[in-house]
């Protein structure tokens, strides 16, 4: 018989793993639901014709496609197998798996236009599928985290993006990050101050990858790109951002860009965003203003936001930013929005690296009780149903067996505290509490079991 | 531009849905957990070897299949094509999604066998596919919340099943609902007593319609399978039991099927099995024996359970048993486990139905702050933290619009309370505190807002 694998790119998650997920999970909602978000969610499927057409030609090809039920190949011809892969596609499949969250939520948008109370501000946190080649870190499974809030154009929006990327940092232990910040509409300044008015898109993709390969390289890849020596030499001030303050860093793209009106409007948003933050009571504010910093520029038309963890070399754990075209694919244009997506596969690597999980949170069962014999199950059972109704999680081991197996079983699962029931606990009533930590031994009457566990476990 | 729709038979979960399925999912996973069951989840995906002939002729039908990736029609040749969609499948297809909890669970415990500490208690609440015909109560996508511990054959698992059972339905505040309990070798049994040895199956499908058909025709439909009209005669007692208790109903099969040594085993262990839970504490036990009881069979092979909520016809929301052979078919053979399934989709329609949601269980942000103008926000925000310090859901309205609008913002949401900020308030430092049920407002100091508010929460 064939091992039983997984398929290439997914995972299992085991207890201790889930057990760690699911505190960031429960982190990241609570702090979503204080914010006033409010949870949707999706079904895995949409329809081809949802999804299609929305993330490039890639991601087209990275779509998981489901083949059609029943007979999907009855009314195919000799013809339709020879027009190749690409050609068949649409005659065998019409769903496919979620790709992201945010084509969903447009289409949940549209489809409940009329019915929902605007601005709609709604957080989603289901896992999404890409057919990519997997790697480290890369899977073909894995969940997103995103909070959106659109039909508005407020900046108290971003202020509060800002505010809650620091709460969500600060509740997960993660207190050494940088959020970087830019706006679309610097990027579109600098444009404009080096002559290439409308070209922050090409310009985009090469300053984008100044941490990775250096200045000089990204100049090459202006050059290759079209960009003038006159216009490349007007560049020189972005390379000399000292960053010693929000406010400095404006200042000096106030002076630089001060022929852009456009700039000038980023610039002034952002400045505007900073005090809305500042006056929401942000302290240890761990931002940086970044003109740089791209993200694909994608859909981005506003605000753009990035959160790296400091101390590690793993990639953004959260971003996101301003659209103000979400819903335009579906025949809904004009809606503005801005929204953020925490990335919990890599928060796990993050935290799991810098040691951050607090205690506990890897751990499940409490208390391991164990009887004995079958007359020692009349003490074990009560006190079982005492640790639970306590909101303690508790066991009974429900074999006998030799003792060294039934504390194997507590340690491998973590179990801190073990109570150990036999005949002369039984006559004694004074049970026997170990704790599996420290090694310790105590006789506790039967009574004060449940407070003595209690009191020890916090 | 065609209007976006769903892949039938899947939904879409708006904010007020969901919060009443984070309540029943939040509910069971607390309960599981202080039983000492550990969260697992697989991918969605898995390989369609691991699926394929797990689920019956049937199930294989209703499987989901993924397309492969990239140029799956590459080696396609015109013969593959004309031996029909059947045998086309797995030359184009070899993955698929999960059709249920259990197979990946079996995979699952396979793939990690040497090392899970033993008995293994897991529980897994995840959505599975189904490509059946979509009806009322019948989707394509739904969760399944299951648990089960596997590894050991004591009667402890079972009495633990039963508790938590009534421990899940009482947390979700379904007070009314009836646990029914069998057992396989009672139903081995009543076949070897009506001189039918081996024929559980064939009598199972019959009687287990019992509530449907009446008594009449499911005698007509065991005559169909072939038993005679001495055996059918012999089925009498079935029929007259009378549930006055569980002790009642055992003693009455003791009786009846005093010649069988299968039902003897099966007596007793339901026997045992309700002395344990007893022992444990369990009160108000809403059990019943029901001889008839067989939930399609299927793999049970000691307790089978079933739960439906009373004062409702909804089908049933919890069912489960015991096992023998779970990863058998993965070449493991003889693994024994026990283990129960909830339904969020039914218990969340017998909630609704039976208005069973706590107040407040569908509501999200308690408190909207609205600033009339820009000075406002230097009050609105400051409190803005303040609330959710305290851990109050809170917005503030991000737009300057008339009164109306952002009250019928609050409305539309169920947001409790509303705080009115406008040049009045801020120089009087007094600020209106609106009850958006009761219509009340009252005039409040601005440092005593956030406590006003969580004093009327709760």
């Known amino acids: 018989m064939q091992k039983p694998t997984l398929p290439k790119g997914t995972r299992d998650f085991g207890p201790e793993q889930m057990r760690k997920r699911l505190f960031i999970f429960d982190t990241i909602r609570q702090t979503f639901q204080r914010f006033g978000f409010q949870p949707l969610e999706t079904p895995s499927m949409e329809n081809l014709s949802t999804l299609m057409g929305k993330y490039g030609d890639e991601g087209d090809q990275l779509l998981f496609k489901i083949l059609n039920s029943g007979d999907f190949a009855g009314s195919l011809t000799d013809a339709d197998l020879q027009t190749g892969s690409k050609k068949l596609t649409p005659k065998i499949s019409e769903k496919g798996l979620r790709y992201d969250l945010t084509v969903p939520f447009a289409r949940y948008v549209v489809m409940n236009r009329n019915n929902l109370p605007m601005p709609f501000k709604r957080y989603q946190m289901q896992p999404v599928w890409r057919a990519d080649r997997p790697q480290k870190g890369r899977y073909r499974e894995f969940y997103q985290c995103d909070a959106d809030v659109v039909g508005t154009d407020s900046l108290i929006c971003e202020a509060e993006i800002i505010l809650m990327i620091h709460e969500v940092m600060r509740n997960l232990g993660i207190q050494d990050f940088t959020l970087k910040i830019n706006n679309r509409k610097i990027l579109a300044g600098i444009a404009e101050a080096i002559g290439m008015p409308g070209q922050e898109g090409p310009l985009s993709v090469a300053i ?62 952002l400045r505007e965003t900073l005090q809305l933050a500042e006056l929401a009571g942000l302290e240890n504010a761990q931002i940086e203003i970044d003109p740089t910093l791209a993200r694909g520029l ?58 951050l999980f607090p205690e506990g949170a890897g751990q499940g069962t409490k208390v391991l009780i164990i009887p004995f014999d079958a007359d020692a199950r009349v003490v074990a059972l009560p006190l079982l149903s005492q640790f639970r109704t306590a909101n303690v999680s508790a066991e009974v081991y429900p074999d006998l067996a030799k003792v060294k197996k039934m504390l194997d079983y507590a340690n491998a699962k973590q179990i801190p505290f073990v109570v150990l029931i036999g005949s002369e606990e039984v006559q004694t009533n004074q049970l026997t509490i170990k704790n599996m930590v420290s090694g310790e031994q105590h006789k506790v009457a039967t009574n004060d079991v449940v407070s003595f566990v209690t009191e020890r476990i916090g």
């Open 208 to 269: 984008d990858k100044l941490d990775k390969i250096g200045k000089d390289k990204v100049l090459d890849e202006l050059r290759e790109r079209g960009f003038s020596e006159e216009a490349i030499s007007q560049l020189d001030p972005l390379f000399t951002f000292d960053n010693a303050s929000t406010a400095a860093t404006l200042d000096q793209l106030t002076n630089w860009l001060a022929a852009s009106a456009t700039a000038q409007k980023g610039v002034a948003e």
């Open 298 to 355: 994608s859909y981005y038309t506003g605000a753009i936001f990035e959160v790296k963890a400091n101390g590690v070399s793993i990639g953004s754990i959260s971003g996101g930013g301003r659209y103000d075209n979400l819903t335009g694919a579906f025949g809904m244009p004009g809606l503005s929005g801005v929204g953020i997506s925490f990335g919990v596969d890599r928060i796990y690597d993050v935290m799991d690296e810098l040691a």
